[in-house]
């Protein structure tokens, strides 16, 4: 498993925020800090480092990844010894990533990625490179739900590479096109960077039942692990058991939660933000309650939670993340569409793929994020229910294990 956590060089300090206003849609909740906190007393959590100082180890080993390298990184401010140190979640820290261990989880990547690709795999199986081969792979791609306009593009990317390299092997053409797929996917790998700000907040939505808050406790787990001081906002307020589920996570984590039954969700965002910046944590992560993005008064409830927690920190949200299930194929890029539409996201983590069949939306929410200014990372992949089923997301990795 790895430590997700790298610790980033360079620029980033917490700049004392002016002191926020209480936003007007905020008025039944104090805004003092000590918001009901649930199991865990509100002392200060175990591995709470002093906010001067380096929180993470720095990693040894490196995973390829595309994301910035630290020393490339942009570093406006001169290293201050005594900043904070920002962190990115992600695989590349990899101190206690041992070989086999990662293959483990690939080949619980494979394993879960198989309904979808064998049908693709099947394609390949032949003698010929001929019409026959690329209709076939045309309708296996469609089949992974990859869409018209991705399958489109992978295919006229393959025809190309399969004429440059004047392949004769349907086996050759495989790996042409586990090339092809990389490349699109490509974009889409980051890290999450946490240390920019103090704390770093960030939002995570979705429809019903994605796997928002399994998710979350997962990486809180990594977090915490990570020295990281977090701080859960269970702005999902409409289901006890929802705030219960988060804090079960919280509990299990040891780490703080701002809590209230049957607020109003903006409210306990912004507490859990101010509670955030008063006890100097690192992360605050607020887990909202699922909705379709065809609910336009809870589309609209969204959008306040992102405003309000703006007004609790003048740079926050630093990540609005959406969390999609894989299996949902094509209406996964309607999700993503929808929820970038009334959000603007920073980020995506696509949950279940282990076992789907639909594992192709990827090819297609990456040409779409193509189209976008700026493309929506995924930030990590879950193959499971258990822990290490969090996973940084690896284009190339990916794409073989769709082919596999
Ligand atoms: N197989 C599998 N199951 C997952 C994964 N991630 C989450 N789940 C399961 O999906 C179910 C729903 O997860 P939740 O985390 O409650 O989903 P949610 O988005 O918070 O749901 P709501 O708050 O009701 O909208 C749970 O049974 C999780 O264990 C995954 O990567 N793979
Ligand atoms: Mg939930």
């Known amino acids: 498993?790895?430590?997700?956590?790298?610790?980033?060089?360079?620029?980033?300090?917490?700049?004392?925020?002016?002191?926020?206003?209480?936003?007007?849609?905020?008025?039944?909740?104090?805004?003092?800090?000590?918001?009901?906190?649930?199991?865990?007393?509100p002392a200060p959590?175990?591995?709470?480092?002093?906010?001067?100082?380096?929180?993470?180890?720095?990693?040894?080993?490196?995973?390829?990844?595309?994301?910035?390298?630290?020393?490339?990184?942009?570093?406006p401010v001169a290293q201050a010894p005594a900043a904070p140190a920002p962190v990115s979640v992600a695989e590349a820290a990899a101190p206690r990533a041992p070989e086999p261990e990662r293959r483990s989880w690939l080949d619980k990547l494979r394993q879960g990625l198989k309904k979808t690709g064998s049908g693709i795999a099947q394609v390949?199986?032949?003698?010929?490179?001929?019409?026959?081969?690329?209709?076939?792979?045309?309708?296996?791609?469609?089949?992974?739900?990859?869409?018209?306009?991705?399958?489109?593009?992978?295919?006229?990317?393959?025809?190309?590479?399969?004429?440059?390299?004047?392949?004769?092997?349907?086996?050759?053409?495989?790996?042409?096109?586990?090339?092809?797929?990389?490349?699109?996917?490509?974009?889409?790998?980051?890290s999450l960077e946490v240390g920019h700000t103090t704390p770093t907040v960030i939002m995570v939505a979705g429809v019903n039942g994605a796997g928002k808050t399994t998710t979350i406790g997962k990486l809180t787990r990594h977090l915490a692990d990570a020295r990281q001081r977090v701080l859960l906002a269970a702005a999902d307020t409409f289901r006890a058991a929802a705030r219960e589920q988060l804090g079960v996570w919280a509990d299990r984590n040891q780490v703080d939660i701002v809590s209230q039954e049957g607020g109003d969700p903006a409210a306990v965002t912004f507490d859990a933000v101010q509670a955030g910046k008063a006890r100097g944590c690192d992360v605050v992560i607020?887990?909202?309650?699922?909705?379709?993005?065809?609910?336009?008064?809870?589309?609209?409830?969204?959008?306040?939670?992102?405003?309000?927690?703006?007004?609790?920190?003048?740079?926050?949200?630093?990540?609005?993340?959406?969390?999609?299930?894989?299996?949902?194929?094509?209406?996964?890029?309607?999700?993503?569409?929808?929820?970038?539409?009334?959000?603007?996201?920073?980020?995506?983590?696509?949950?279940?793929?282990?076992?789907?069949?639909?594992?192709?939306?990827l090819a297609a929410i990456a040409l779409w994020s193509r189209q976008r200014q700026a493309p929506v990372p995924v930030y990590f992949i879950g193959v499971g229910e258990k822990l290490e089923d969090l996973q940084t997301f690896s284009a190339r990795e990916f794409a073989h294990a769709l082919l596999s």
């Open 124 to 190: 390949f199986t032949g003698t010929r490179i001929d019409d026959a081969l690329y209709e076939e792979l045309e309708s296996a791609l469609l089949m992974a739900d990859a869409g018209v306009a991705a399958t489109e593009h992978l295919l006229h990317d393959l025809k190309r590479r399969v004429k440059e390299t004047k392949a004769t092997e349907p086996a050759q053409v495989k790996a042409l096109l586990i090339d092809a797929i990389t490349e699109l996917l490509a974009p889409l790998e980051k």
């Open 45 to 75: 959590a175990p591995v709470a480092s002093p906010p001067t100082s380096p929180i993470v180890p720095a990693p040894a080993a490196a995973v390829p990844a595309a994301a910035p390298t630290p020393a490339a990184a942009p570093a």
């Open 1 to 41: 498993m790895f430590s997700f956590i790298k610790k980033k060089l360079g620029w980033g300090q917490s700049a004392p925020e002016a002191p926020a206003e209480q936003p007007a849609a905020a008025p039944a909740t104090p805004a003092a800090p000590e918001t009901a906190p649930l199991p865990p007393a």
């Open 286 to 361: 607020a887990d909202t309650a699922g909705r379709l993005a065809t609910q336009l008064h809870l589309m609209e409830e969204l959008r306040k939670i992102k405003r309000v927690i703006g007004k609790a920190m003048d740079t926050a949200p630093h990540e609005v993340l959406l969390v999609v299930d894989g299996n949902t194929g094509q209406n996964a890029l309607a999700q993503v569409k929808a929820f970038d539409e009334a959000l603007g996201l920073t980020g995506l983590i696509v949950t279940k793929l282990d076992g789907t069949a639909k594992g192709g939306v």
